[in-house]
């Protein structure tokens, strides 16, 4: 008998004589505790235990074909590969209890690229390729596991969110339901030439509020609704006998009937109307109204955006911050991901701003000066959570530096007047004062451009920290134009100074992901209040948007937003479709256990925090946090090594 036949033999009988307690060792941890008994029996009367002394090599590639899979039952596995040519090796990763490997290269018929070496003396659980193959084809959770990887955990962590939240608000139909689902009848329409007091005739005996004009190939032309009936009755020159095309809002915007209840309410909240149409190649099948909407769910997010745009007060305004509260923990339970989540709570923050501004130029006068409100930083990106400051400023046109300096004058009392009104409504006010309120943030358009020429040519450790909140720009309320030439020349400037992208890598990689050293998960803070804490955001958002910054600046991508920025990068060949995919799952998460976070803390009326105590996570969520954390380091070694730092 061969030493590895003698090391098998012995191994399965460690197994067989405590099949019970691998079965439940094996329950406590995905994907297994989603196996069926006699999937997961099969894996366990199959499986062998090995030991790995401090240091041995389990697997590498100099073995050749991979021939097990390994389950580690005790101990650390960390990874180790080279760095190209040179002679130099970096840990890739580490696994510890519970999980397993190499699963890439079983499925690959290949031998693993990274050597997988015992970190301390470690026991694990091998299964054998043929047995391997079995289970892979028989348990659609390991199935599924073995394909998705991280992906997969992902969806069982999701679940576990929407549950917990549920728990206090009953159950009901999800916000990814299909609007095609939610269509009851076939849509009212008519054609252009129809005069208007016929056609407000069918919407009388339809009972309907509002009507869909279409050619005779069901080809959407435009919209008509009571709300169009009351400007029309408002105006006594208008002639009822007309066609209704002379009345009618042309070419609709409009959604598929495969798009989202949440897709239909974050635009009705968006763009302010009541009505969705739809629309399926080319033609119209139906139309979708709020009310449709409201008797989905309680989630009454466009009743809620109009009672903010209609507020009568800031005292009023600040009341309805709770409300956004609510309408967060239900959406969280009707299975919304964190950017619809941090979409909601921007435009919902948006909205409020926008009546902040209206409401302080009724109280304080209007300037009579056309401005334009800015906002930069995580609103800017539309990353808002329920915890937030301020960053703002005020964007104006003027043809000389003696009218901007008098323009200035007459806003700067009126942005001040704004800022602290914001902060009663929950935005705090800024610590480093970039607010609009500040003189040097109430600038006109060739002042602002000056400021980023200055930040983009002397790149100070000053200008690139400026960089990072100022180049997340954003537009709410006020002319769009001079915000959106500015960004444009913002990106042609640093799309010319190689020496400034270069620069700015290297800032994005200072927040290094708080993973620890070979014998714990996470680093953590050691000392005084924060101790055996992580900080969320800054250690573990922070990374990806900085990176996702750096690249989408230096590739001319105008979108703020870091996920949208990943999607762009992949489109336009600059990262991988797979790391673009596993960044911003990995960012998913960390947002995600960040608004739970604030969502309990609010709840319990705590001040709110981006500090974390991993330890008292559950097993599934450190892992997943772990890996969410090594895709961060993945992302600043490729911008580390795209710009030879």
């Not at 390729?129 to 084809?137: D, N, P, Q």
């Not at 009851?184 to 869909?212: F, N, Y």
């Not at 014998?519 to 250690?539: M, N, P």
């Amino acid at each position: 008998m061969s030493r590895s036949e003698a090391f098998a033999k012995t191994g399965r009988a460690a197994v067989q004589q405590n099949i019970q307690g691998t079965l439940e060792f094996l329950q406590k941890y995905p994907p297994f505790n989603q196996m069926e008994l006699a999937h997961l029996s099969f894996l366990v009367e199959n499986c062998q235990l090995r030991f790995y002394a401090e240091g041995e090599k389990v697997v590498c590639p100099e073995d050749g074909l991979v021939e097990f899979f390994y389950i580690v039952k005790q101990g650390t596995i960390y990874g180790e590969r080279r760095q190209g040519q040179d002679s130099s090796k970096e840990t890739t990763f580490e696994i510890t209890t519970g999980e397993c490997f190499p699963i890439a290269a079983l499925l690959g018929e290949r031998a693993t690229r990274t050597s997988h070496i015992a970190a301390v003396d470690t026991f694990c659980l091998l299964l054998d390729k043929a047995a391997f193959v079995k289970i892979f084809t028989k348990s659609n959770p390991f199935r599924d596991f073995s394909l998705r990887g991280i992906s997969s955990l992902l969806d069982q962590a999701n679940q576990q969110v929407q549950s917990r939240a549920a728990e206090t608000l009953g159950s009901q139909l999800s916000l990814e339901t299909k609007l095609a689902e939610l269509l009851m009848r076939e849509p009212v329409t008519c054609q252009g030439d129809l005069p208007l007091h016929k056609a407000v005739q069918l919407m009388h005996e339809q009972q309907i509020s509002s009507v869909m004009i279409a050619d005779e190939m069901q080809r959407l032309q435009g919209i008509f609704t009571l709300r169009d009936l009351r400007r029309v009755i408002a105006d006594a020159n208008a002639d009822l006998r007309q066609p209704i095309s002379e009345f009618m809002t042309p070419n609709p915007f409009h959604l598929s009937p495969q798009a989202s209840a949440f897709d239909a309410a974050l635009a009705m909240t968006e763009r302010h109307f009541t009505h969705v149409c739809l629309v399926e190649d080319g033609r119209l099948v139906g139309m979708i109204s709020e009310r449709d909407l409201f008797s989905l769910q309680r989630v009454d997010l466009v009743h809620l955006a109009r009672a903010v745009r209609n507020a009568v007060s800031v005292e009023s305004l600040a009341q309805l911050r709770e409300d956004i509260r609510s309408l967060v923990d239900r959406m969280i339970a009707h299975g919304a991901s964190p950017e619809q989540v941090t979409r909601l709570i921007t435009l919902l923050n948006d909205h409020t701003v926008s009546r902040v501004i209206e409401l302080c130029m009724e109280q304080h006068g209007d300037p009579g000066v056309e401005f334009t409100w800015l906002v930069f930083g995580s609103e800017g990106r539309k990353e808002q959570t329920l915890y937030t400051d301020q960053d703002n400023g005020i964007l104006f046109e003027a043809s000389s530096q003696e009218e901007a300096n008098a323009i200035r004058q007459k806003l700067l009392p009126l942005a001040r007047e704004i800022n602290l009104a914001l902060d009663d409504c929950g935005f705090t006010l800024c610590k480093g004062n970039i607010m609009a309120g500040n003189a040097e943030l109430c600038l006109s358009r060739e002042e602002w451009t000056r400021r980023f020429s200055k930040i983009v040519r002397e790149a100070t450790a000053e200008n690139l920290l400026y960089s990072t909140i100022f180049f997340d720009l954003r537009a709410i309320w006020g002319p769009l134009e001079g915000c959106q030439i500015l960004r444009r020349e913002m990106l042609a400037l640093i799309r010319s100074n190689d020496v400034f992208q270069r620069l700015l890598a290297q800032a994005s990689l200072q927040h290094k992901p708080p993973l620890g050293g070979l014998f714990r998960d996470f680093s953590l803070d050691k000392k005084g209040a924060e101790k055996d804490t992580l900080d969320l955001k800054i250690k573990g958002l922070t990374p990806f948007v900085d990176g996702a910054r750096v690249l989408a600046l230096s590739h001319g991508i105008e979108s703020s937003n870091t996920l949208e920025r990943f999607r762009q990068l992949v489109s336009k060949g600059v990262i991988e479709r797979l790391d673009g995919d596993a960044y911003a799952e990995a960012y998913h998460f960390i947002q995600l256990i960040r608004m739970q976070q604030h969502q309990q803390q609010a709840r319990n009326e705590l001040a709110y925090s981006n500090r974390i105590y991993p330890d008292e996570l559950n097993h599934l969520d450190r892992r997943i946090l772990r890996e969410a954390f090594r895709q961060a380091q993945r992302l600043q070694a490729s911008i580390a090594f795209r710009y030879q730092l």
